[in-house]
């Protein structure tokens, strides 16, 4: 699985109220690394991560067309859309309604009890991230009494378990000081080793040349790959 992990051809997606965020976009990701997924409030870096986590249509309602795989499945047919949503994990923008249990950890051992149980061989665990993103303290609190910084923490670290195939991040630096970022941006540059993470966020002037490996801004509709040094980067 480490080729084709992503393909979209002539990908277009209307929503019911006439909005096309994505237009004829063309897209292909083989192998591990680190994606940041650029572009402006409302380009469609959320449809993007949406469409190739399978929530699109079944979850949030679009007409597609185009041909898209996702690790050689195709997410506008139901049961393979069901099947993704075991190799490919989301982290959303938004923290409300994002979780299904009380507490953190039962919302952490849950996730990686699911993985293994579908035979996901778990090469950073519950344990790990919770060291890794300072969660010691707060792993037996209700997830109602976490800051805003420490629920996206454990959004995160939720979808890092594992990792899946693919793993995405939607705005992964919402809610985090520059120093959270820093520590969020390190288990990131050591977890692209192991899944392709594909990252969609505003915040980029965190990132370097180093810590990334493909960029892509969309444009219009459509995913352009920028060929860039940190610089440039952090000035686009």
């Known amino acids: 699985m480490d080729y084709n992990k992503v393909i979209l051809e002539n990908v277009t997606v209307e929503y019911g109220n006439g909005r096309t965020p994505l237009r004829n976009t063309n897209l292909r990701l083989n192998g591990n690394g680190l994606v940041l997924v650029i572009g ?47 190799y490919v ?45 300072e969660l010691s303290k707060y792993i037996d609190y209700k997830i109602s009494w976490l800051s805003g910084g420490y629920k996206r923490r454990l959004i995160i670290a939720r979808a890092l378990l594992g990792p899946p195939s693919i793993v995405l991040l939607d705005e992964p630096l919402s809610d985090l000081d520059m120093e959270s970022s820093k520590t969020v941006l390190s288990l990131l540059e050591d977890i692209r080793r192991h899944t392709l993470l594909v990252v969609a966020e505003h915040r980029y002037s965190f990132f370097t040349n180093n810590n990334v490996d493909h960029v892509y801004k969309l444009v219009n509709g459509e995913l352009v790959e920028q060929d860039m040094v940190y610089e440039e980067l952090r000035l686009c």
Do not use: C, M
Request: cysteine-free; hydrophobic content about 40%.
């Open 40 to 86: 402006d409030t409302g380009s469609g870096k959320t449809t993007l991560l949406r469409l190739i986590a399978g929530l699109i249509p079944w979850i949030h309602y679009a007409r597609v067309e185009g041909f898209i795989r996702v690790l050689g499945l195709n997410p506008l047919n139901y049961n393979d859309a069901r099947r993704i949503r075991l």
């Open 89 to 133: 994990s989301l982290a959303p923008q938004s923290t409300n309604y994002a979780f299904t249990y009380t507490r953190v950890y039962e919302e952490l051992y849950s996730r990686q009890q699911f993985l293994e149980e579908h035979g996901v061989r778990i090469k950073v665990g519950l344990e790990d991230l919770v060291r890794l993103l």
